[in-house]
């Protein structure tokens, strides 16, 4: 994963439902749009949550993964 | 949907259980994040919610009796055993070692994500609640008609 280089990351690790997903939405508008948000959480229910948020707010899920217990998102603001 | 395209969500806050109105918040919250324009009415029980911390409710007799039975959303104790409190504190202890956001944290997301707040008059007179009792970021008392055109509007309704 590591072709893609974040703008900024989200620490979202330890945060249970639904914070990974609110705290995605506010971090998303401190970044232009273009730029990409990295996103860290051990909530296993995030690959569905976050997957979810962006189709619902059209920003861009790029790329999702998990590398040693921690589910790491790449998105692209889009609007 | 509202008159600009937005998806819109409305929900009908008519519980004051703990564990119902958390339900409530977490639902409203997410929606906010994932774009919807959303509103919750606040009626009934439902109202403790968003009491302000702190203040007795009430003018007559029965609205001081009542008064004194209607807590604040830290002081609201689960649907299902609370058992004079007691349930009230295992769940926020058992919520805070899984990390959960507590109530009064989701209420304080619900209010930055921009979540209209709208309070329902008839159950406020009813109840004889003033709308200085409830918190500074409520908007003006409304009625039925109010939630109605809401819900017409909304892609998604709520009743909790």
């Keep these: ?79 | 949907m509202s008159d600009n395209g937005t998806k819109k969500c409305s929900i009908v806050v008519f519980s004051g259980d703990m564990d119902k109105v958390m339900g409530a918040f977490i639902i409203a919250t997410t929606a906010a994040a994932m774009d919807m324009e959303t509103s919750m009415f606040f009626t009934f029980w439902g109202l403790q919610a968003v009491k302000k911390k702190g203040i007795r409710t009430g003018k007559g007799l029965f609205g001081k009796m009542l008064g004194f039975m209607f807590a604040d959303i830290d002081g609201i104790g689960p649907s299902k055993m609370n058992f004079g409190g007691m349930g009230r504190w295992m769940f926020k202890k058992m919520m805070k070692d899984q990390n959960v956001t507590s109530l009064p944290a989701l209420r304080q997301m619900a209010i930055e994500l921009g979540i209209t707040l709208l309070p329902c008059k008839m159950s406020m007179d009813v109840m004889e609640i003033a709308p200085d009792d409830l918190i500074d970021e409520m908007e003006d008392p409304v009625g039925a008609a109010t939630y109605v055109l809401e819900a017409q509007e909304a892609d998604i309704t709520l009743f909790v």
């Design chain 1, 1 to 79: 994963m590591s072709e893609i280089t974040p703008n900024k990351t989200l620490d979202a690790r330890g945060l249970q439902c639904p914070m990974p997903v609110i705290k995605t939405k506010q971090e998303i508008d401190t970044i232009e749009i273009g730029e990409v948000l990295e996103v860290l959480a051990t909530d296993p229910g995030s690959m569905a949550d976050i997957t979810a948020w962006s189709k619902s707010t059209g920003n861009e899920l790029l790329k999702m993964g998990k590398e040693d217990g921690v589910f790491k998102f790449y998105i692209r603001r889009v609007n």
